[in-house]
């Protein structure tokens, strides 16, 4: 009688270099293949409109070359906790493997599985996966986390690189009797009414071949021009890998290894340290979503809320060309640019004094690549509460920021030709009612920085 092994596939919708799934292969039994949507374990964010767009078809492709391969994916919605083991009961599963997370209620979750499955006499192991470095092994002398980037980075250079990545299996030996599974249509994670994902079908191809195409394409035309053209955000000279980064269609150790490869790819690569650094610090303040990274921010006077500003930075409305330009490409597309999601952050903190939980909160639920770390210490990074932030007097100015990075205006008429031109708010003004709110953080204790 077999024992098969099942592969929990999380944020890893991939098969190529997936140490989950070829420790299952290598168990030489039969493979259960399984996808849990969670939205009920305690903790766990319920995903934004535009992820659970990309998660569909991620999941579709990712069925789709399981079958290819012999095997099958299975689907289940509800608590990972119950599912899980319930799971592993009903195909007498000797084995479950899935690579690790790193967010506090996952990681949660994912230990008392450990316990539960190894109650029931099931093997249990898990791998890393999603980062470079693991989390605990990247500490300052003192073994305490690093808060600023360029000595974590320059810590993570330090340790052995990392592996190399795993070959992507030929076969992949499904369970004869493979067990019920969910209709991925029936978790209805696209839009209906109304359908707004046009932008999102006609920007993306979502799925592990797509991500590993582009990541050849970047490879060869874009990146030798990377640390010149990155900010311009009309020369679509970055890498677009984000979502596909975020949902594990192509793994950190093989982009990583493939472009290290390239003359010149430093800059490239520390963008991957940034994403380290983000998801390092989510290990370390789990409820970076929610809660300054600085304390002193704490203090921070926000005014009541002007719905109709919020409204106007949302939908782009703002008459800040450069503003409304990136806005109305997220909507569009679900996708904005670097330097204009830091235009955009700083013009709702700083020139509408807003919140920046509440931006936060906007780009989740409408960026294909929002995920745990990187939206909220991106968001605490351009506020000035966050991790070796953008001081807080560093305002954007966007009207500077158009000039300098599109000037050409190729983006600016590209997303907003017919945005207002009258902006809600005077930018010289508004810069110095948050220098005079700033005044009252600095007055707070100020945390040090830890390196
Ligand atoms: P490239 O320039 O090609 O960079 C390569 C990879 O490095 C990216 O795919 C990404 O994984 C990583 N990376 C690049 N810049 C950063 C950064 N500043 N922080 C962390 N990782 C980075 N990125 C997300 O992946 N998810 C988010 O939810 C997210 N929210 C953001 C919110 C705000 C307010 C800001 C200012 C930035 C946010 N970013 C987020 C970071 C960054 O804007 C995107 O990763 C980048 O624009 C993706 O485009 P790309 O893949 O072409 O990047």
């Known amino acids: 009688?077999?024992?098969?092994?099942?592969?929990?596939?999380?944020?890893?919708?991939?098969?190529?270099d997936n140490p989950a799934l070829r420790a299952a292969i290598d168990r030489d039994e039969p493979i259960v293949a399984v996808?849990?949507?969670?939205?009920?374990?305690?903790?766990?964010?319920?995903?934004?409109?535009?992820?659970?767009?990309?998660?569909?078809h991620s999941l579709a492709s990712l069925a789709e070359r399981l079958v290819e391969r012999g095997s099958a994916l299975v689907l289940r919605?509800?608590?990972?906790?119950?599912?899980?083991?319930?799971?592993?009961?009903?195909?007498?599963?000797?084995?479950?493997?899935?690579?690790?997370?790193?967010?506090?209620?996952?990681?949660?979750?994912?230990?008392?599985?450990?316990?539960?499955?190894?109650?029931q006499g099931v093997e249990v192991a898990s791998f890393a996966g999603s980062l470079l470095h693991e989390p605990w092994t990247v500490t300052t002398g003192s073994g305490t986390h690093y808060s600023v980037f360029t000595p974590f980075w320059r810590a993570c250079q330090s340790l052995p690189a990392p592996r190399a990545p795993l070959p992507e299996p030929r076969e992949v030996r499904g369970f004869p009797a493979p067990p019920k599974s969910d209709a991925l249509d029936a978790w209805g994670l696209l839009p209906t009414a109304p359908d707004w994902a046009s932008g999102l079908r006609d920007t993306w191809e979502p799925g592990e071949p797509a991500a590993r195409r582009r990541l050849r394409e970047f490879l060869k035309n874009d990146?030798?021009?990377?640390?010149?053209?990155?900010?311009?955000?009309?020369?679509?000279?970055?890498?677009?890998?984000?979502?596909?980064?975020?949902?594990g269609e192509v793994s950190p150790y093989t982009v990583w290894h493939e472009a290290v490869?390239?003359?010149?790819?430093?800059?490239?690569?520390?963008?991957?340290?940034?994403?380290?650094?983000?998801?390092h610090t989510l290990y370390h303040s789990p409820d970076m979503a929610t809660k300054n990274l600085r304390p002193e921010f704490d203090a921070f006077p926000w005014p009541p809320l002007d719905p109709a500003h919020l409204d106007a930075w949302q939908h782009g409305e703002t008459g800040v060309p450069l503003v409304d330009a990136g806005m109305r490409e997220l909507w569009h597309t679900g996708y904005m640019h670097n330097r204009v999601r830091m235009v955009t952050a700083s013009f709702l903190v700083k020139n509408l004094l807003i919140d920046w939980r509440l931006g936060e909160e906007w780009?989740?639920?409408?960026?294909?690549?929002?995920?745990?770390?990187?939206?909220?210490?991106n968001w605490q990074w351009v506020a000035g509460s966050g991790a070796d932030a953008a001081p807080y007097f560093r305002v954007f100015n966007p009207e500077l920021q158009a000039k300098k990075f599109d000037p050409q205006r190729l983006y600016i008429s590209r997303w907003a030709a017919d945005a207002p031109t009258e902006p809600i708010v005077d930018l010289s003004e508004t810069r110095k009612a948050a220098l005079?709110?700033?005044?009252?953080?600095?007055?707070?204790?100020?945390?040090?920085?830890r390196d």
């Open 1 to 16: 009688m077999s024992s098969p092994s099942l592969v929990w596939f999380r944020d890893d919708l991939r098969l190529a």
């Open 35 to 56: 996808f849990v949507l969670d939205e009920e374990s305690p903790g766990f964010r319920r995903l934004g409109g535009a992820a659970r767009w990309w998660l569909h």
């Open 77 to 119: 919605r509800g608590p990972a906790g119950r599912m899980i083991p319930e799971l592993a009961a009903q195909v007498g599963a000797g084995a479950v493997f899935w690579n690790r997370r790193y967010g506090g209620p996952e990681r949660e979750v994912d230990a008392a599985l450990k316990t539960t499955l190894r109650t």
């Open 223 to 247: 990146l030798p021009s990377y640390d010149r053209a990155r900010d311009e955000p009309a020369a679509g000279a970055t890498s677009m890998l984000s979502p596909r980064l975020r949902w």
């Open 261 to 279: 490869e390239v003359d010149g790819a430093g800059g490239f690569l520390s963008e991957l340290g940034w994403r380290e650094f983000a998801w």
């Open 363 to 377: 780009f989740w639920d409408t960026l294909v690549d929002a995920d745990e770390a990187n939206n909220p210490f």
């Open 436 to 449: 005079a709110a700033y005044d009252e953080v600095k007055r707070a204790p100020r945390a040090p920085d």
